[in-house]
């Protein structure tokens, strides 16, 4: 079992940048593909990053692609999400995950009912 505790949020102006953190507790870090997740107000939590378990694959939601960067530190214990050119429709709860399963695709790591292990969750608010 792994406990995930999500930092570095906050509010930011459009254009701006924010890195999120994520410390994992427990020594099978390196185990888990680590993946980021939001949830805006009235919407359904979706997909936003993943890496895998070496950090070798990366997957992107489309919306953020080439603004956001995933990466993970195993001695560490900790997972980044680099947010830069922010804008006000990032605004959102972010979420960190830890996915315990067999990788099988770069692709099915964006599938949100693979992740055995949720944060509580830290928030980004963009203004305009």
């Known amino acids: 079992q792994v406990q995930l505790v999500e930092s570095g949020g906050g509010l930011v102006q459009a254009g701006g940048s924010l890195r999120l953190s994520c410390a994992a507790s427990g020594r099978t870090f390196s185990t888990y593909i680590m993946g980021w997740f939001r949830q805006a107000p009235g919407k359904e939590r979706e997909f936003v990053a993943a890496i895998s378990r070496r950090g070798i694959s990366t997957y992107y939601s489309d919306s953020v692609k080439g603004r956001f960067t995933i990466s993970r530190d195993s001695g560490q214990n900790t997972v980044y999400l680099q947010m830069n050119s922010l804008k006000p429709e990032d605004t959102a709860l972010y979420y960190c995950?830890?996915?315990?399963?067999?990788?099988?695709?770069?692709?099915?790591?964006?599938?949100?009912?693979?992740?055995?292990?949720w944060g509580q969750g830290t928030q980004v608010t963009v203004s305009s």
């Open positions: 995950a830890a996915d315990s399963k067999p990788f099988t695709t770069t692709q099915s790591m964006g599938v949100r009912l693979r992740y055995d292990y």
